[in-house]
């Protein structure tokens, strides 16, 4: 199946020998094909990138040259992860009309959600000590991967000019609209710290299933998938660790009642985040974290209501409703973080003392 794949591969690498090769499918990427290389004992991980998501892969192998080339100069404490150049001195290589990228392996356990609370600290530190080393980067120097990918505003107002169009909507989702229309004060609130907070380096797409943990799970190996890294702010990447980690139930659970956020998993991510940060962020920028969770949560359920008005163009649904199931979820979750905004601000308050 995988031959041609395999000789096309032996011919744009240097790491590989004439030894045969050994591809087969790897992990639960849903974005773009990933497969494990094994050659002798080495092994690697080619993915297939899917550019009807990622729609200017120039732009990611810009960004990524970047890294590589801060990352030569000053090491992380854990590994980053980067294409490995071919022949030609790129991190693309075109085969049988799509574009590869080559990685080495990284020995390791994932999650997909975490086990213990000091997972959840790890997991933050872990992407705060990224975003403190990053910030000795332009950020203006990084280009869009998606543009407007974390754009509150724009997601709010292309729900509604979505909803305008439709002839009728039905009396649950109109309900669940207006709960999502309801949240303008949030969106107001974005816009005004978008005017204050200082554009950094970000890596825009900080679930615990990116990053890789040893075997034991005492520490984090590797932080990957970073074809997101560009410009943006704090909350964004502190705000969907908490969307995703600090939460009962995952974002496709349809048992609504039982969707909530849980603060003791916010204060372990809030403590682990300005660990990692180590002082590298303004005292506005540590503010704002405290409202990165909801920011992230009402982008998302937004994305899936308008996905869901428009018929699903855009995510994977495994049934009709799923979209809007979503939508539901994360409404859920969002109205719960509002809820614990008193107990996140003593927290943030006692950690800024202590």
Not at 19 to 45: M, N, Y
Not at 342 to 352: E, P
Request: hydrophobic share 40%; glycine share 6%.
């Amino acid at each position: 199946m995988f031959d041609a794949l395999a000789t096309a591969l032996t011919q744009a690498y240097r790491q590989f020998t004439d030894a045969p090769l050994t591809i087969r499918p790897f992990g639960e990427g849903l974005i773009h094909e990933t497969l494990l290389v094994s050659q002798l004992d080495k092994k690697w991980i080619l993915q297939g990138f899917n550019d009807s998501v990622f729609r200017f892969p120039e732009r990611i192998d810009h960004n990524l040259g970047l890294l590589s080339k801060h990352a030569a100069i000053h090491p992380l404490p854990f590994q980053l992860p980067l294409p490995l150049l071919n022949t030609n001195g790129s991190g693309l290589t075109a085969i049988q009309g799509k574009n590869y990228r080559l990685f080495d392996f990284v020995d390791g356990s994932t999650l997909q959600q975490v086990q213990h609370p000091a997972q959840a600290r790890m997991a933050a530190q872990a992407y705060g000590k990224f975003a403190s080393w990053s910030q000795q980067l332009s950020a203006e120097g990084f280009e869009e991967t998606i543009p407007n990918f974390h754009r509150l505003d724009l997601r709010f107002a292309r729900l509604q000019e979505v909803a305008n169009q439709l002839p009728n909507i039905p009396e649950e989702e109109q309900a669940l609209l207006q709960g999502y229309l309801e949240q303008l004060p949030l969106v107001n609130w974005y816009q005004e710290q978008r005017t204050h907070l200082p554009l950094r380096v970000t890596h825009s797409d900080t679930k615990i299933n990116n990053l890789i943990f040893s075997k034991a799970l005492s520490q984090v190996e590797a932080v990957v998938d970073l074809d997101t890294v560009m410009g943006g702010y704090l909350m964004y990447d502190f705000g969907d660790l908490v969307r995703t980690v600090a939460c009962s139930l995952p974002e496709t659970a349809t048992d609504w009642e039982q969707v909530q956020a849980l603060p003791e998993l916010f204060e372990e991510l809030l403590a682990g985040y300005l660990e990692g940060l180590n002082g590298a962020n303004t005292p506005l920028e540590a503010k704002s974290l405290l409202l990165g969770g909801e920011i992230m949560t009402l982008i998302m359920g937004l994305r899936f209501l308008t996905d869901h008005f428009e018929g699903n163009v855009y995510y994977r649904v495994s049934y009709p409703l799923q979209n809007l199931h979503r939508a539901k979820n994360q409404l859920a979750l969002l109205q719960s973080q509002h809820g614990h905004r008193d107990r996140f601000a003593n927290y943030a308050a006692s950690l800024q003392k202590g």
